[in-house]
């Protein structure tokens, strides 16, 4: 049995709505960091029907929705057959850690390796895109961009800079581990007409990311990281989406008043705090969550799918 490995795919510049909902094509490219402290491993058996377990727990409804679309795609694709899906994963579900970045595209690759299909890094990451559009960074991995398309084979991630390029570090604030009531499908879905100022920025925010990488400037990354966030969630609460809890705040006011120590926090579709920073941030990051009470868990830049 073939087991792969994948880690979630951090967005500086966020993907948030899409120009077609099968194929999972956003509305701008992306630029993100893979996180090594956390990972999600895929073994696939054959069977006669599809199964999905978690950390040996049957996966069913809303959760095997993204799975299954992506199955069906690579059914019909590549004539792949039918499969009993184990996965175990340090990642709580739901929170904005991205994790269906990383299940989505360890079962692409899972799948696909199981049956001898050997794609390059760039049609892997489009296959994955269809399980969750930010899997097809997790693919590549390292820091990794996902170039605008508008067609299922122009839509797809590639490392912009190796791992090692840069040796940031992000501080995951584990605010809540209760899965989220609207999933990001839905949110995408959500975004209204507010989105499209969001989506003006991040082109230019694309570009500004690119650069300060770089240059390795970590100011410059700064600005466009919490510029993002506070974009992403100003359109979730336009389209009544809530993703703050109170420690959430709690957490954002301490780390926002640690600027000239560049932190520099951002947010997905969950109550999770991610502290982008460097080296020598590290520890003040960490010194914040203890004192705070709240969990972390801190990565360096993450590689991209492969074989264990
Ligand atoms: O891949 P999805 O559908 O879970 O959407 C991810 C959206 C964000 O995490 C909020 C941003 C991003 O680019 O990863």
Do not use: Q
């Not at 696939?44 to 993204?66: A, C, H, I, Q």
């Not at 299954?68 to 795609?73: D, G, I, V, Y």
């Not at 792949?80 to 850690?97: A, C």
């Not at 957490?251 to 705090?273: C, F, I, Q, W």
């Amino acid at each position: 049995m073939v087991k792969v490995v994948s880690h979630p795919s951090l967005a500086f510049v966020k993907y948030w709505g899409f120009i077609d909902e099968r194929l999972f094509l956003p509305l701008n490219p992306s630029i993100a960091m893979n996180l090594d402290g956390f990972y999600t491993t895929v073994e696939v058996e054959p069977s006669d029907k599809d199964e999905f377990y978690l950390n040996g727990t049957r996966l069913g409804g809303k959760l095997e929705e993204k799975p299954r679309k992506l199955m069906e795609f690579m059914r019909e694709r590549y004539g792949v057959g039918h499969y009993r899906v184990y996965s175990e994963s340090n990642i709580p579900t739901g929170t904005g850690i991205a994790s269906s970045s990383a299940s989505m595209s360890a079962l692409a690759a899972a799948v696909l390796w199981e049956e001898g299909i050997k794609l390059d890094t760039r049609e892997l990451s489009t296959v994955a895109r269809v399980g969750s559009g930010s899997a097809a960074r997790s693919v590549p991995g390292n820091y990794s961009e996902w170039l605008y398309g508008e067609t299922h084979e122009d839509s797809y991630a590639r490392v912009v800079f190796p791992k090692d390029y840069w040796d940031l570090r992000v501080v995951t604030f584990i605010i809540s581990k209760e899965h989220k009531k609207v999933s990001s499908w839905e949110g995408h879905k959500k975004a209204g007409d507010y989105n499209m100022v969001r989506v003006k920025e991040a082109w230019k925010n694309w570009w500004l990311a690119r650069t300060a990488l770089e240059k390795r400037d970590i100011e410059m990354l700064g600005r466009v990281i919490v510029d993002e966030m506070n974009g992403l969630m100003a359109v979730a609460i336009s389209s009544d989406i809530i993703y703050f809890e109170p420690k959430t705040l709690e957490v954002l006011r301490e780390v926002n008043s640690h600027r000239g120590d560049h932190l520099y926090p951002t947010m997905d579709a969950g109550p999770t705090v991610h502290v982008i920073t460097t080296k020598e941030g590290e520890g003040i990051a960490k010194a914040i969550a203890e004192e705070l009470g709240v969990e972390y868990v801190i990565s360096r830049c993450g590689d991209g799918v492969r074989r264990v």
